[in-house]
């Protein structure tokens, strides 16, 4: 079975650029969740949706970020304008729905923002 | 202070040692408990949940401890393959917040031939 996927793996950018981050969560699953992992700041939350609905945005850093899920099998993750402070691995996880403690994590998408 | 809490380690350990970590959490309405592996540069997932009872799966065992809110993770006759980082992860099930897991910093272990 596909787990959560996510494009692309690696994206090397300059500042000011925009960036798209795609997820596609498992088939099924009702709750999508979006996470930042730095070294200083570990993984942190970002934004969740349950049936395509955003719940909690409050992780989201600034207005630069911005979450969107049209679809049961699609969300993006915008970052623009892309700044340094912005280079983390961002993380895509599903789980069934709010109320089932598993989330799956996607294999992540490296960003470099120079 | 930081909602869940870990000593970030490293802890290096031989091969066949028993090893434990801790982790603390601040809100008492945390409803759920587990620990997550995380590989370098790959992403985290389950390793167990965590029950008030204390759970057991081969050498991994878990405990909760409500009233001090405390969180443990014993691994016994470590092993190589043992070596990565842990997550200590909080789910506040039943509240505004339902549905959100925190994440601690995580514990790195390097189990040594």
């Known amino acids: 079975d596909a787990g959560v996927i996510q494009s692309p793996r690696h994206e090397v950018t300059e500042m000011g650029q925009e960036v798209t981050l795609r997820c596609k969560p498992i088939s099924g699953h009702n709750s999508l969740f979006w996470y930042r992992q730095t070294m200083m700041r570990g993984l942190e939350l970002l934004i969740y949706f349950n049936n395509n609905v955003p719940i909690d945005d409050s992780g989201m850093p600034e207005d630069r970020f911005s979450a969107k899920m049209p679809n049961a099998s699609f969300s993006t993750l915008k970052i623009q304008p892309s700044e340094p402070r912005d280079s983390a691995v961002y993380f895509c996880?599903?789980?069934?729905?709010?109320?089932?403690?598993?989330?799956?994590f996607g294999p992540g998408t490296r960003l470099t923002v120079l | 202070r930081k909602e869940v809490e870990q000593d970030p380690g490293p802890f290096n350990v031989p091969e066949g040692a028993t090893v434990a970590f801790n982790c603390t959490y601040s809100n008492s309405a945390s409803q759920s408990f587990f620990w997550y592996r995380q590989d370098c540069r790959k992403e985290p997932k389950l390793l167990m949940s965590?029950?008030?009872s204390g759970n057991e799966d081969g050498r991994f065992t878990a405990q909760l401890n409500r009233a001090s809110q405390y969180i443990s993770l014993l691994i016994r006759d470590s092993k190589l393959s043992d070596s990565a980082t842990y997550l200590c992860?909080?789910?506040?099930?039943?509240?505004?917040?339902?549905?959100?897991?925190?994440f601690g910093q995580g514990t790195t272990l390097q189990v040594k031939p």
């Open positions: 996880a599903s789980s069934l729905d709010l109320n089932t403690d598993t989330q799956y």
């Open positions: 965590v029950y008030s």
């Open positions: 992860v909080v789910n506040m099930l039943g509240s505004s917040n339902t549905g959100k897991l925190i």
